[in-house]
């Protein structure tokens, strides 16, 4: 008798994971994420937008030239060539989904700036909620979808493995019930690691746990030293995981500013505040090590504030401090992972049964640093060729017969684990040099029997310390020339 398919498993509900839900149709799609509502997702904390060669003075060839420019030509040239082609057909997609992008009182959509970008080609909604406005666009369409059956209360802490393949995953729902769900194919699309850094951009879930999976199972990593630090959070004493002030507002004029007023992208880049992120990142991180603080004075930039920056406002005033009236104090923050599960074009991992999309991947695309706003491009492009890919594949009944599981195993102790998020923000961040990597190193090791967290940041640690040259957002202080 033949067994019936079991469906195609994704895990994460951010727009990678989406995404690739959505374009598996009519394939049944079990979608698992921790929350359903789309909160603990990068995605919906994005800002600044999404970006597309759409104005006539634009193309995609600026676009892929900007992009490679930004990750130093470690990229995979043919992806950022496909992924800048395809980008203004995916921000037609994203309407069609009912994404609401801003326009300009011509009709036409508004094009912001942001680092990196010799273009104004950043296509944004709700002023600096774009990332609100895209999970929920994309969540509604998921939820009338009848191919995918959602569990919002999930998180999946093993895979099942039949031989090399993988062939479903074991989750632990919020009840702490633990389920095994068989898989024709089980798709990673779980976000990054910023979550293990000291101070972080990210959602407290943005911690690793897929890449750890995938690493579990056998797949390869690539680039994990590739940790891009964002120039510009709210710097609030104490807190983990801080609100970003997006770039655009530099976009719109703010300019940086020194503890005793100077400005300090000042001779620094060509491109002054709308230098490359890790260039304005390096600054900024100097600056509040040498004279204990960095301001974003936005007070110049143009009225509107309540449409053009909600975000931005609303985290500011929580804190009790007016943008419009005075700076901001900001801080550097753990962004972005370049690095991630190897993954060849169609999100492939090399396992048999399993792949990997949006940002805990590496498809080599972003290259040793990321250009602004390519990340959610990412997730909707690479999302839907994966998914179309699946969706046509003879995903055959999974072979009957015994199957092990792996997992990632435990996590490490509350104060073990806030220690290990200071030691990568103070030997992994912004600035690097062999000693200190060494030393967290060391102590990774003694801590890899408590927790994979320990074992994550390990590889991190191994990966920056074996790049002896600068490259990128992975910048050491104590580099060598390479041959
Ligand atoms: C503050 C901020 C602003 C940003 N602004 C922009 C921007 O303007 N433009 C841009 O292009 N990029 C931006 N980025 C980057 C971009 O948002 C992310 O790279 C992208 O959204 C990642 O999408 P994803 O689907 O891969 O992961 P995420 O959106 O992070 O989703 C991960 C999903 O996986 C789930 N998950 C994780 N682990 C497990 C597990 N073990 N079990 C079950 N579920 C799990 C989570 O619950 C979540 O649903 C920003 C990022 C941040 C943090």
Same mark, same amino acid.
């Given at each position: 008798m033949?067994?019936?398919?079991?469906?195609?498993?994704?895990v994460g +509900?951010?727009?990678?994971?989406?995404?690739? *839900?959505l374009?598996l149709?009519?394939t049944?799609?079990r979608?698992?994420c921790?929350?359903?509502?789309g909160?603990g997702?990068?995605?919906?904390l994005?800002?600044?937008?999404i970006?597309? @060669?759409?104005?006539?003075s634009?193309?995609?060839?600026?676009?892929a030239?900007?992009?490679l420019t930004?990750g130093a030509h470690?990229?995979? *040239?043919?992806?950022?060539q496909?992924?800048?082609s395809?980008a203004?057909?995916?921000?037609?997609?994203?309407q069609?989904?009912?994404?609401?992008?801003? $326009?300009?009182?011509?009709?036409?959509?508004?094009?912001?700036?942001?680092?990196?970008?010799?273009?104004a080609r950043?296509?944004?909604?709700?002023?600096d909620?774009?990332g609100?406005a895209?999970?929920?666009?994309? $969540?509604q $369409?998921?939820?009338?979808?009848s191919?995918i059956?959602?569990?919002g209360?999930m998180?999946?802490?093993?895979?099942?493995? %039949?031989g090399d393949a993988v062939c479903?995953v074991?989750?632990?729902d919020?009840r702490?019930? /633990?389920?095994e769900?068989?898989?024709? *194919?089980?798709?990673?699309?779980?976000? +990054?690691?910023?979550?293990?850094?000291?101070?972080t951009?990210?959602?407290?879930?943005?911690?690793g746990s897929g890449?750890?999976?995938?690493? !579990?199972?056998?797949a390869r990593?690539?680039d994990?030293?590739?940790?891009?630090?964002?120039p510009?959070?709210?710097?609030v004493?104490?807190?983990?995981?801080?609100?970003l002030?997006?770039?655009?507002? /530099?976009g719109?004029g703010?300019? #940086?500013?020194?503890?005793t007023?100077?400005? #300090?992208?000042?001779?620094?880049?060509?491109?002054?505040?709308?230098a490359?992120?890790?260039v304005?990142?390096?600054?900024?991180w100097q600056?509040? %090590?040498?004279?204990?603080s960095?301001w974003?004075d936005?007070?110049?930039?143009?009225?509107?504030?309540?449409?053009?920056?909600p975000?931005?406002?609303?985290a500011?005033?929580a804190?009790?401090?007016?943008?419009?009236?005075?700076?901001?104090?900001?801080?550097?923050?753990?962004?972005?992972h370049?690095?991630?599960?190897?993954?060849?074009a169609?999100g492939r991992?090399?396992?048999?049964?399993?792949?990997a999309?949006?940002?805990? @991947?590496c498809?080599g695309?972003h290259?040793?640093?990321? #250009? @602004?706003?390519?990340?959610?491009?990412?997730?909707?492009?690479?999302?839907?060729?994966?998914?179309?890919?699946?969706?046509?594949?003879?995903?055959?009944?999974?072979?009957?017969?015994?199957?092990?599981?792996v997992? %990632?195993?435990?996590?490490l102790?509350?104060s073990?684990? &806030?220690a #290990?998020?200071?030691?990568?923000?103070q030997t992994?961040?912004?600035?690097? &040099?062999?000693?200190?990597?060494?030393n967290a190193?060391?102590?990774?090791l003694?801590?890899?029997?408590?927790?994979?967290?320990?074992r994550?940041?390990?590889r991190v640690l191994?990966a920056a310390? !074996?790049?002896t040259?600068?490259?990128?957002?992975?910048?050491?202080?104590d580099?060598?020339?390479?041959?």
């Amino acid at each position: 008798m033949t067994r019936a398919r079991p469906p195609v498993v994704v895990v994460g +509900g951010g727009v990678a994971g989406l995404t690739t *839900a959505l374009a598996l149709a009519p394939t049944p799609v079990r979608l698992l994420c921790r929350a359903h509502d789309g909160s603990g997702t990068a995605s919906a904390l994005a800002q600044g937008g999404i970006a597309a @060669a759409l104005d006539p003075s634009d193309s995609p060839a600026m676009h892929a030239l900007d992009t490679l420019t930004a990750g130093a030509h470690h990229n995979n *040239a043919a992806m950022v060539q496909w992924l800048c082609s395809q980008a203004p057909a995916a921000i037609g997609w994203l309407q069609a989904q009912g994404v609401a992008f801003d $326009r300009n009182a011509d009709g036409h959509l508004h094009l912001g700036r942001e680092g990196g970008h010799l273009a104004a080609r950043i296509v944004h909604a709700g002023g600096d909620a774009s990332g609100v406005a895209l999970v929920q666009a994309l $969540r509604q $369409r998921a939820q009338q979808s009848s191919h995918i059956q959602w569990r919002g209360d999930m998180d999946v802490d093993g895979l099942l493995l %039949r031989g090399d393949a993988v062939c479903g995953v074991c989750t632990h729902d919020t009840r702490g019930h /633990r389920h095994e769900m068989e898989a024709a *194919a089980v798709v990673l699309a779980t976000g +990054g690691i910023g979550a293990l850094y000291a101070r972080t951009s990210n959602p407290p879930g943005a911690d690793g746990s897929g890449l750890a999976l995938g690493m !579990s199972a056998g797949a390869r990593t690539r680039d994990l030293e590739f940790v891009q630090f964002h120039p510009t959070a709210l710097n609030v004493a104490g807190v983990h995981c801080l609100p970003l002030i997006t770039e655009a507002l /530099r976009g719109a004029g703010a300019r #940086l500013y020194g503890a005793t007023g100077q400005l #300090l992208m000042a001779d620094q880049h060509p491109l002054g505040d709308l230098a490359p992120r890790d260039v304005v990142a390096r600054r900024v991180w100097q600056a509040c %090590r040498d004279d204990g603080s960095a301001w974003l004075d936005a007070r110049e930039v143009d009225g509107e504030w309540e449409r053009r920056f909600p975000t931005v406002l609303a985290a500011c005033l929580a804190e009790g401090i007016d943008p419009r009236l005075q700076p901001i104090p900001v801080t550097p923050v753990a962004h972005f992972h370049m690095g991630g599960i190897a993954a060849d074009a169609d999100g492939r991992t090399g396992v048999p049964g399993l792949y990997a999309v949006g940002e805990v @991947a590496c498809s080599g695309v972003h290259g040793a640093n990321r #250009l @602004a706003s390519n990340s959610l491009l990412e997730g909707v492009l690479c999302g839907q060729r994966l998914g179309l890919m699946l969706a046509t594949m003879d995903l055959r009944a999974a072979s009957s017969g015994p199957y092990r599981w792996v997992g %990632r195993a435990a996590s490490l102790p509350q104060s073990r684990l &806030e220690a #290990l998020r200071m030691l990568l923000w103070q030997t992994a961040g912004p600035e690097r &040099e062999a000693t200190g990597l060494q030393n967290a190193l060391k102590a990774c090791l003694a801590w890899a029997d408590e927790g994979w967290q320990a074992r994550l940041a390990q590889r991190v640690l191994e990966a920056a310390l !074996s790049r002896t040259h600068s490259l990128g957002a992975h910048y050491r202080t104590d580099a060598v020339m390479p041959a």
